[in-house]
T-cell receptor, first 112, second 113 residues
Framework: DAKTTQPNSMESNEEEPVHLPCNHSTISGTDYIHWYRQLPSQGPEYVIHGLTSNVNNRMASLAIAEDRKSSTLILHRATLRDAAVYYCILRAPNFGNEKLTFGTGTRLTIIP | KAGVTQTPRYLIKTRGQQVTLSCSPISGHRSVSWYQQTPGQGLQFLFEYFSETQRNKGNFPGRFSGRQFSNSRSEMNVSTLELGDSALYLC????????????FGPGTRLTVL
């Protein structure tokens, strides 16, 4: 599996945008970029995923570099509930391969 | 729709014992995956079951095993427990297919004394 690199930790003020970076320089042409987050004392939850184009959903936006070697998860207006560990994961398009390979993730702290 | 449920939530065992953890997936989900989470190794994939068959397997010793029933409920078993097996065990279910999101349960916290 191609590897991802994320900062160990980040801090952000409440109600401000947060940009969480992820480097994946060895990404293959068909790998999708997925983001999950794990709130304290909970299992991980899906946030968003994309291939080439930028993606938006009700939780966040995903900006993907033109060369696909990096991506950024954007939380438009952070709340205290967004404090979590955020994982950037590459998934190959193999039907039936449900395995998620988690890295160390970024621990996001929201400052009130 | 009810989420993924795992029982028990907390468990304390002693070395050498065996343990069985249970996972009930979201209704209609046929794929169930298991993960181990420890402070040192992070989240690691154990195995995945689909239609009662193990479809994918991680790099864990044979003491870790699992099964899936016809209603998609799954169990994992750890035999001859070691101190290092203390961890949060997470179960995830999905519809299975391309890029389907995985839905995780709250986990079972296993402590081995």
């Amino acid at each position: 599996d191609a590897k991802t690199t994320q900062p160990n930790s980040m801090e952000s003020n409440e109600e401000e945008p947060v940009h969480l970076p992820c480097n994946h320089s060895t990404i293959s042409g068909t790998d999708y970029i997925h983001w999950y987050r794990q709130l304290p004392s909970q299992g991980p939850e899906y946030v968003i995923h994309g291939l080439t184009s930028n993606v938006n959903n009700r939780m966040a936006s995903l900006a993907i570099a033109e060369d696909r070697k990096s991506s950024t998860l954007i939380l438009h207006r952070a709340t205290l509930r967004d404090a979590a560990v955020y994982y950037c994961i590459l998934r190959a398009p193999n039907f039936g391969n449900e395995k998620l390979t988690f890295g160390t993730g970024t621990r996001l702290t929201i400052i009130p | 729709k009810a989420g993924v449920t795992q029982t028990p939530r907390y468990l304390i065992k002693t070395r050498g014992q065996q343990v069985t953890l249970s996972c009930s997936p979201i209704s209609g989900h046929r794929s169930v995956s298991w993960y181990q989470q420890t402070p040192g190794q992070g989240l690691q994939f154990l195995f995945e079951y689909f239609s009662e068959t193990q479809r994918n397997k991680g790099n864990f010793p044979g003491r870790f095993s699992g099964r899936q029933f016809s209603n998609s409920r799954s169990e994992m078993n750890v035999s001859t427990l070691e101190l290092g097996d203390s961890a949060l065990y997470l179960c995830a279910s999905s519809l299975s297919g391309y890029y389907n999101e995985q839905f995780f349960g709250p986990g079972t916290r296993l402590t081995v004394l």
